[in-house]
Every structure is written in C-alpha cells, then in structure tokens.
C-alpha cells in the first residue's frame, strides 16, 4: 500500500468517533419522538432522561459483548 494513502490512525480514531456521534444522534432522534408521541410530555424531561438511557445502552452492550467474546474463546489457550 502507498504510504501517501494510507490513513492515519489519529484520522481513523477521529473517523470512527464522527460515526458514533451519528449513531447517537440517531437514536436519540428516535427516543425523542417516542418520548413526544406521550401525552404531556415535557422536552426537559427527555434531555435529563437521555444520558441515564444512553448509558443503560452501552451497559447493556458492553455485557452483551463481553459475553460473546468469553464464548467465542472458550476452549483456546490465551
């Protein structure tokens, strides 16, 4: 590979942290307008609420993940 187009890896961290910014941004689209759809609710509400429901979300996907990868290496010898 041409080291002229090779990426560096500053540019891929910064790459990969702009897409989970997206992400983010899209789901939190999406629990607005659920949080809206509710009758009486209160925009202020839902911007307290986020963080803690973001931070259930990654919880819960960091478990997921780590027990995937404890299955996934079952058996060898690390």
Same mark, same amino acid.
């Given at each position: 590979?041409?080291?002229? !187009? ?6 891929? /961290?910064?790459? +990969? ?5 997206? =992400?983010i941004a899209y789901w939190k689209e999406i629990g607005r307008r659920i949080f809206e759809a509710m009758p009486d609710a209160d925009p !202020? /509400? #839902?911007?307290?609420?986020?963080? !803690?429901? +973001?931070?259930? #979300? #990654?919880?819960?996907?960091? =478990? *997921? /993940?780590? !027990? *995937? +990868? *404890? #299955? +996934?290496?079952?058996? *060898?010898?690390?």
């Amino acid at each position: 590979m041409d080291e002229n !187009k090779k990426p560096t890896e500053r540019r891929q /961290v910064t790459d +990969l942290l702009a897409l989970i910014d997206q =992400i983010i941004a899209y789901w939190k689209e999406i629990g607005r307008r659920i949080f809206e759809a509710m009758p009486d609710a209160d925009p !202020k /509400v #839902f911007e307290q609420e986020w963080p !803690k429901t +973001l931070e259930n #979300f #990654f919880l819960a996907e960091t =478990i *997921r /993940v780590a !027990k *995937r +990868l *404890r #299955f +996934l290496s079952e058996g *060898r010898d690390n």
